[in-house]
């Protein structure tokens, strides 16, 4: 995975717009372009393979780095929400023999900037109380404060909790 790739998806996020339109305005930024050693445009449909492929490693690299940009108090909350996955694609399923049903998101927020600490992504039904502990575990010097509703209150997540 090249970091240009990484950084032309970022700029697409940042700047809100489509593959296509972020390479027609690439082609007017020679300046980024040498700056990240692009020489060669690369098509909307490898920009859009890249993204789909990136690992969840890079992503939490990406978030960590994002959220260093804003202000934090340690405060955090926790939750998780449930999301149908009845419109996914039929050839998609197929062609992977999956049948994902829901997928859970729990994220670990910041209470003053509202900024996305950590998520977890999962397809099965596991309880809140399972998924807390890998969130606390990856992120305790950035929690002095969890906030959870009662799924979360479990003696293993108050021990992580407590440092």
């Known amino acids: ?9 970022c700029l ?3 700047k809100n717009t489509t593959y296509r339109t972020l390479l027609d305005e690439l082609i ?3 300046r980024v372009r040498r700056a990240i050693n692009l020489d060669e445009l690369p ?5 859009c393979k890249v993204f789909n492929r990136l690992d969840m490693a890079v992503w939490r690299v990406l978030l960590n780095l994002s959220v260093t940009l804003l202000p934090t108090n340690g405060i955090v ?5 449930g999301f149908d996955r009845s419109h996914a694609s039929k050839h998609y399923t197929k062609r992977t023999k ?9 994220l670990l927020v910041d209470t003053r900037s509202n900024a996305i ?3 977890h992504v999962t397809t099965t039904r596991k309880h809140d109380s399972k998924i807390a502990p890998s969130l ?6 950035e929690v002095a404060v969890l906030l959870g509703e009662k799924g979360y209150d479990d003696q293993k997540v108050r021990a992580l909790a407590r440092g």
Do not use: C, H, W
């Open 12 to 14: 697409k996020v940042r």
């Open 43 to 47: 098509s909307p449909s490898t920009l």
């Open 117 to 119: 600490i950590d998520v």
């Open 98 to 106: 999956l049948t994902i049903q829901q997928l859970k998101v729990t």
């Open 77 to 81: 909350g926790i939750d998780a929400s």
């Open 136 to 141: 606390i575990k990856r992120n305790t010097g």
């Open 28 to 30: 007017e930024m020679p």
């Open 1 to 9: 995975m090249s970091f240009r790739y990484i950084t032309i998806l």
